[in-house]
């Protein structure tokens, strides 16, 4: 059974940080992006960060500057560190994995900011 299990998420004031990892385990193969996601209540999913196999890297305008994805393809593991928190970021992260042949989405961890 595939799974990805996303930690790190929580509670920080503005101008704080946090780091979110996500952790794939099961039947995961042939990984062409990491990245993360964010959504509030209302909105649709909204790109954080994208990491592709050869380490081409997009971020959010939001984001950019603040925050860094890393990935470990051996461990099937991606990072986000979030520096310079605002309330505006706060929301349900989600990491994703994908191949040419499947998605996988974690199940999502909460960011709350506070000002």
């Known amino acids: 059974q595939v799974q990805l299990v996303e930690s790190g998420g929580g509670s920080v004031q503005a101008g704080g940080s946090l780091r979110l990892s996500c952790v794939g385990s099961?039947?995961?193969?042939?990984?062409?992006?990491m990245g993360w996601y964010r959504q509030t209540p209302g909105k649709g999913r909204e790109l954080v960060a994208l990491q592709l196999s050869h380490n081409r890297i997009t971020y959010g305008a939001s984001v950019k500057g603040r925050f860094t994805i890393s990935r470990d393809d051996a461990e099937k593991v991606t990072t986000l560190q979030m520096n310079n928190l605002k309330p505006e970021d706060t929301a349900t992260y989600y990491c994703k994995m994908h191949s040419m042949y499947n998605d996988w989405w974690g199940q999502g961890t909460r960011v709350t900011v506070s000002s």
């Open positions: 099961g039947f995961i193969y042939d990984i062409d992006s």
